[in-house]
């Protein structure tokens, strides 16, 4: 998966849309909050989490970069995505890549966040 940032950053999201259309879109299933912005965004994406988790909501996070494991990216209720399911996506959602227009790192990576949250 890593070899895939030697592609770069591509602008648009015709790549996304498409590895997402091939999972029959489950970003369209979810209700997300988007934080953006120079600075802090994943201190207030802990503080929101950790909000919205004690009013009772399932919360899924997903944040980049990791610092130490790839699998703190992808966190639901405070918990990492385990090992053996991190491998499943990566090997389910290589399966599904256009080699002729290979994904971004980050696109592969926003991919599976989307799969692995149902």
């Known amino acids: 998966m890593y070899n895939l940032q030697k592609f770069g950053i591509k602008f648009g999201l015709s790549k ?3 590895l997402l259309k091939t999972f029959h879109n489950p970003h369209r299933k979810l209700n997300c909050l ?4 120079s600075n802090g965004k994943g201190s207030v994406a802990a503080m929101l989490a950790s ?6 909501y399932r919360i899924g996070l997903f944040t980049s ?7 703190e ?3 639901i209720n405070g918990r990492l995505i385990s090992k053996s399911r991190t491998l499943d ?3 389910e ?11 971004t790192f980050f696109e592969f990576v926003t991919g599976s966040l989307n799969r ?3």
Do not use: C, M, W
């Not at 988007?34 to 912005?37: L, N, P, Q, V």
């Not at 959602?93 to 994904?103: G, L, M, Y």
């Open 16 to 18: 996304t849309e498409n």
């Open 34 to 37: 988007h934080i953006a912005g």
């Open 51 to 56: 909000i919205y988790s004690q009013a009772g």
């Open 65 to 71: 970069p990791h610092l130490v494991d790839f699998r």
């Open 73 to 75: 990216r992808f966190q």
């Open 89 to 91: 996506l990566i090997r």
């Open 93 to 103: 959602i290589r399966e599904k890549v256009d080699q002729e227009e290979p994904p």
């Open 116 to 118: 692995g949250s149902l």
